[in-house]
């Protein structure tokens, strides 16, 4: 504002001066004298405003050029930012802070490195990621295929706005790609997905630092019903999970569960050419026909198969009608990952039971019509990589009073909990084992409150609205038994809820339940941990989850055992400090040492050494 006032004056001086000039020296009533006025007034005026233009900018950009030497020989800070704020030079500063930011970034992680380098650790991080892709990959793209995409395109009036869609799957792959570049083929969802991609519907991808690119699939919405809803999401999800609802099996389903593996194969096929040998990770249940059906057209590709849920007994399984096919899709993949050693059994007991093969137990090998695949297990994770994320001495704690004031709840106490909305969560177990924890320790009513972060899904599937309703009934049943004026001991929130919104609450929570009643991994468990720079708070895990396997800090539970949970809340909230400490140190080292790019380096490097059989080639 000042600039502009100063400047304004200024121009009226010119102006002033400009005048007296022009008097003094032409006639006012000569046309030629009005001409040369006309011209010398414009040239004055240019002068004056390059003059003014440039004493306005000169400081702020002197400034900025300090800062930049500054930041260039290591002595500047992030948060020190003098560039200057001007219409005229925002896109040049809006560049500069992106590439301050990557620096300190990068400096961050070579700082990390060095340290790790020192004490004899080797932690895993997207730059060591990247490396050994590099080394890996030879150079060679990356492809990502899933069904659900990284990014969606929306619209919020006028204006197209992007969004990150919930689950687990994204959660994990998304910095993965970040870190190794590539293309990720998936489908577009996004009622704005259309009008940003190019003429080959691709965008790069992440919108604001673009790294990899995004390859959309368009499918018509009675293809999304079948494939997706139909036999992805009513068949094989119940079918794996074993969480007692039927699966359902009907033709019309599968015959779009193949049409639309056989059009992801196209658009794969069709990023594939010009490539050789090219790397090829395929993303869980929706795509168990993919790796056949790209090893028969492309048998040099390296194509890796990673299933995200369980994998269920041979007895179990045998209900599918069409197991053999989807066991011979599979198996197309020259490696089949899971996320523990007991569902990779599973799945080699079901295909020595299927098709006709040679099992090697001892190296979790099935060799078939000449092809080789390996069966490997790989815990996924998240994307903790060192102890940035430690709360400061100097930090305010997570206020429990600002989170609930907006219930008109007060609690001493608070538990939180993050799903989606589904069936196999056991998140109407979770709320029984509160029940029964306030019935056995009623000192705790008035003083506890449990916040269930729930992101609506898969809505247009019967049997998850019916559970919609089920967990609204099961939740006020509940609240009207125990609540007050000013407190209630369940608030479910449902919406779709980003991280940033999801942190505060798990810094804030005393205990964090996670009470599947199957899983494959469980991220929040993991995301939970991770959170916790502060070294508090209680981890409840269901056995029946991956993570149960790792985080050998948490308090255990049966989810469908409702003492058992109310106990172990009631064991958590009277924990010693110390001993909470301890067990979330535990779980943090854990989550730190196994992180996502560490999952991605396994998953890489045991693909890397596996020897490349087409199929139906003798094997030598």
Known sequence: MITLVTSFFSFLQVRHYNDRFLQEFFHPTSPLSHALRLFVEAV??????LWIVRWSLRGAMHRAAHWIKELRLGNSHESSDPLPKSPLIDPLTKEVRHLATSFFA????????AKLRQNAESLWTPERLKEFARSQLRDKPLFVISYREPYQHIRRGRQIEYIVPPGGLVTALEPVLRACGGTWI??????ADRDVVDARDKIRVPPDEPLYTLRRVWISPEDEKGHYLGFSNEGLWPLCHIAHTRPLFRSEDWELYEKVNERFAQVALEELEGTEEPWVLIQDYHFALLPRLIKEKRPDARIALFWHIPWPNPESFGICPWKKELVEGMLGADLVGFHIQYHCNHFLDTVDQTVECRVNREHSTVNRQGHATWVKPFPISVAFTQDASIVPLSAAPPDKAA???GWGVQAQYLGVGVDRIDYTKGIIERFRGIERFLDKCPDYRGRFTFIELAAPSRTLIKRYKDFVAELDAEAERINNRFKTMDWRPLIVIKKQHSHR???PF????DVCLVTSLHDGMNLVAKEFVAARGDGDGVLILSNFTGAARELRGCLLVNPYDTDEIAEAIHRALRMD???RATRMHMMREIVRDRNIYRWAAGLLGELARVPIHPIGKTLA
Request: hydrophobic share 40%; with cysteine.
């Open 506 to 509: 798990y810094k804030a929570a």
């Open 44 to 49: 004055l005026i240019s002068f004056s405003t």
């Open 501 to 503: 919104e999801i942190e």
């Open 403 to 405: 989170l609930l004031k």
């Open 186 to 191: 998936a489908c577009g969802n996004g009622e």
């Open 106 to 113: 990068a400096r961050a992680a070579a700082e990390a490195e």
């Open 577 to 579: 400090p110390q001993e």
